[in-house]
């Protein structure tokens, strides 16, 4: 049973539950979210929403949608009506552009912020400052200099780990034999000396 619990832990992943994928995923969750432009037009106002947690046929929570993106038939007719009556805002929405250092958020459109969290997970920057928060977890191969990473440090870690608890195993299991020889070896001194006596007794 203790195989089977880990067995069915490995195939859920090392990285599931990780703080910094699920920052990632929450960064582009708040982009789909974001309000744009001064009106403070969003996915929502054009009727693209998410799929709801709540399952009213169940009357329960369910996350097998969980962060789907859906157009309902209500959703579609704002969103026909919305191309038709303004245009720029829909595009707006999706690719307003601005700089990638301006704080406000309101200046850029969903497509950009999302490249831009994106970016910070993924850069694969020869400079580790640079680097994305994904690729210093997980290295990449496009590197060729420095691609030092989270996960290959701690396998090395674990490596040399292995590597010294087999030595000191070994090590413990040469003293143990050692002793385990000398104990036999007094043993059958001892058996030697009582049978010497028990002859020497017998013969008085």
Same mark, same amino acid.
């Given at each position: 049973s203790e195989i089977e619990k880990w067995e069915t832990e490995a195939k859920r992943g090392l990285m599931r539950n990780d703080p910094t994928i699920a920052g990632v995923i929450t960064q582009m969750r708040t982009a789909l979210y974001k309000s744009v432009g001064e009106n403070e037009n969003s996915l &929502?106002? !054009?009727?693209? /929403? /998410?799929?709801? +947690? &709540?399952?009213?046929?169940?009357?329960?929570? #369910?996350? =097998?949608?969980?962060?789907?993106l859906e157009i309902t038939e209500d959703g579609m007719k704002r969103l026909r009506a919305a191309i038709e009556t303004n245009p720029d805002m829909v595009r707006d929405i999706f690719?307003?552009?601005?700089?990638?250092?301006?704080?406000?958020? /309101?200046?850029?459109?969903?497509g950009q912020v999302l490249n831009e969290a994106? *970016?910070?997970? /993924?850069?694969?920057?020869? $400079?580790?400052?640079?680097?994305?928060? +994904?690729?210093? !977890? =997980?290295? #990449?191969?496009? *590197?060729?200099? $420095?691609?030092?990473?989270? +996960? $290959?440090?701690? !396998?090395?870690? &674990? $490596?040399?780990?292995?590597?010294? *608890?087999?030595?000191? +195993?070994?090590?413990e299991y040469n003293r143990y034999w050692r002793q385990f020889s000398a104990l036999e070896t007094a043993i059958q001194q001892m058996t =030697?000396?009582?049978?010497? *006596?028990?002859?020497?007794?017998?013969?008085?």
């Open positions: &929502y106002e !054009i009727g693209i /929403t /998410t799929v709801s +947690l &709540y399952n009213s046929e169940s009357n329960s929570l #369910t996350t =097998a949608k969980n962060g789907h690719t307003k552009q601005s700089g990638i250092d301006d704080p406000d958020d /309101t200046n850029k459109g969903v994106i *970016l910070r997970a /993924t850069n694969p920057s020869s $400079d580790p400052k640079q680097r994305g928060s +994904l690729i210093s !977890i =997980a290295g #990449t191969e496009i *590197l060729t200099g $420095d691609n030092t990473n989270t +996960l $290959d440090t701690k !396998i090395k870690n &674990y $490596d040399d780990n292995i590597s010294r *608890l087999k030595t000191q +195993l070994e090590k =030697a000396q009582s049978g010497w *006596l028990t002859q020497m007794m017998g013969g008085q």
